[in-house]
C-alpha cells in the first residue's frame, strides 16, 4: 500500500484548492490532511499525494509560477463548480453514498471531496497531564495519521474503480481527513470549501450506526444551512434515468425555497415531483389550499411535472412511507420546520425513525 508524502503546507486553504486542482489537471490524486488547533478554524492544510506521484507532483508546482509569472498565493481561484462533501468512515453504507453521490456528481457537473474524520486518539487525560505526555502524543497521532492516510487511499482507490466501472470519467474527486468531532470540522471545512450537498450513508461501522448517522444527520441540519442527502444503502444505477420524488409539504413558505433548490439540484434529471401534505386534522380547508398550490405550480412551473396530493392520515410517518411504497418513489425529500404538522415527524425519535426505516435515499432541507 503506498503512503501519502506532503508536498506543500498552506495558511490559506484558498491556494491548497489552487493546487488541488492543477494537480488534478494532471491526472494526480490529491488529499488533505487538515491540521488545527480548535475545530472552528484551519491552522494549516497539507497538500498530499501518493508516494508514486510526488515527482509529477513537484513538476506541476515548478510549472505554476512560469505559467502564471507570480508564485500560486497570488493566483485568483477559478469558478468553481458544484460541490458535494461525501463523510466517510470507510464502512459498506460509506461506500454506497459515495457510489450515489459519484452518480449524482455525473449528472449535476459537481465535484467530490470525501471527507474522514477521526477521534483525538488521546483522550485519556490523566496520560495528558503526565510528563511523557508530549512523545506519546506525536507518536499517537502520526500513528492515527498513517492508518487513516492508508485507509483514505484504499477508499479513493474503491471509487475510482467504480467510477471506471460506470464509464464515468466528469468527477474529480479530492480528500480531506482532520481529527475532532465530525459535526464541529464539517463545519469547519463546510466555511472554506462552501458545499452544495453533503452526503453521508446512513449506515456505519457501529453497530448502532444507524442511530448514530441519524442523529448526525439531524445536527447537520440544525446547524448548517446546507441539504443534507441520506443514502440508506444499495441503490441501481437505473434511479438516476429517471427520478420520482415524494416532496413532504406542510404549506410552510419555506417550503417554496426548498422546492426550488430541488429543481435546480434535479435540472438534469428527467423527473416527475409528487408534493403531498398528510392531513392528520382532516381539514376540509385544506383541500382548497391544495387546489390553489397546484394552479401556482402550474404557473410557475409549467416545464416541469409537478403536482400536489392532500391525504388523510392520523400517521404522518406511515402515509409518507405508504404513498411512497405505491407510486416507486426513489428520493423522498422534505424541510425541516421548526413549527407545523411535520413538527411531530421531525422530534427526534421519529426523526431518526424515517431515515433509519427509508429505504430509498432522502434529500433534506434545513428550515
Not at 467504480?162 to 480531506?176: A, D, F, G, T
Request: aromatic share 8%; net charge neutral.
Amino acid at each position: 500500500m503506498p503512503s501519502l508524502v506532503t508536498i506543500a503546507t498552506y495558511k490559506q486553504s484558498v491556494t491548497a484548492y489552487i493546487l488541488k486542482a492543477k494537480l488534478e489537471d494532471a491526472q494526480i490524486d490529491c488529499y488533505f490532511a487538515i491540521i488545527s488547533s480548535s475545530e472552528v478554524e484551519w491552522e494549516e492544510v497539507r497538500v498530499q499525494v501518493s508516494e508514486y506521484d510526488v515527482e509529477k507532483a513537484i513538476q506541476v508546482m515548478l510549472r505554476i509560477q512560469a505559467e502564471y509569472g507570480t508564485n500560486i498565493e497570488n493566483i485568483k481561484a477559478a469558478k468553481a463548480q458544484r460541490k458535494i462533501i461525501v463523510l466517510t468512515d470507510f464502512s459498506l453504507g460509506s461506500e454506497h453514498a459515495c457510489r450515489y453521490a459519484i452518480h449524482l456528481a455525473h449528472k449535476i457537473d459537481a465535484e467530490i471531496k470525501l471527507l474522514y474524520v477521526y477521534d483525538d486518539p488521546v483522550i485519556d487525560l490523566s496520560i495528558k497531564e503526565s510528563a511523557t505526555y508530549l512523545s506519546y502524543l506525536q507518536s499517537a497521532i502520526k500513528e492515527t495519521e498513517k492508518r487513516a492516510s492508508a485507509s483514505l487511499l484504499e477508499f479513493n482507490r474503491k471509487m475510482k474503480s467504480y467510477m471506471k466501472s460506470q464509464k464515468i470519467s466528469n468527477v474529480r474527486i479530492h480528500s480531506s481527513m482532520g481529527m475532532g468531532s465530525i459535526v464541529g470540522r464539517i463545519k469547519a471545512v463546510s466555511k472554506v470549501y462552501d458545499p452544495d450537498l453533503i452526503v453521508l450513508g446512513t449506515i456505519g461501522k457501529r453497530e448502532d450506526s444507524k442511530s448514530v448517522f441519524a442523529g448526525l444527520a439531524k445536527l447537520l441540519i440544525s446547524g448548517m444551512d446546507i441539504p443534507v442527502y441520506a443514502i440508506p444503502g444499495p441503490f441501481s444505477p437505473e434511479d438516476f434515468e429517471k427520478v420520482n420524488v415524494l416532496y413532504a409539504t406542510d404549506f410552510n413558505e419555506r417550503d417554496h425555497n426548498s422546492l426550488e433548490q430541488l429543481l435546480k439540484i434535479l435540472n438534469p434529471f428527467e423527473k416527475k415531483i409528487a408534493c403531498i401534505h398528510i392531513d392528520t386534522t382532516q381539514n376540509r380547508a385544506k383541500v382548497e389550499r391544495m387546489d390553489e398550490l397546484n394552479q401556482q405550480l402550474k404557473t410557475d412551473y409549467p416545464e416541469h411535472d409537478i403536482k400536489c396530493w392532500l391525504f388523510d392520515e392520523t400517521n404522518v410517518f406511515k402515509g409518507i412511507k405508504d404513498y411512497a411504497e405505491e407510486k416507486q418513489i426513489n428520493l423522498l425529500s422534505f424541510t425541516v420546520h421548526k413549527k407545523g404538522i411535520f413538527e411531530k415527524l421531525f422530534k427526534p425519535n421519529l426523526f431518526k425513525k424515517i431515515l433509519q426505516e427509508s429505504n430509498v435515499p432522502i434529500l433534506i432541507f434545513p428550515s
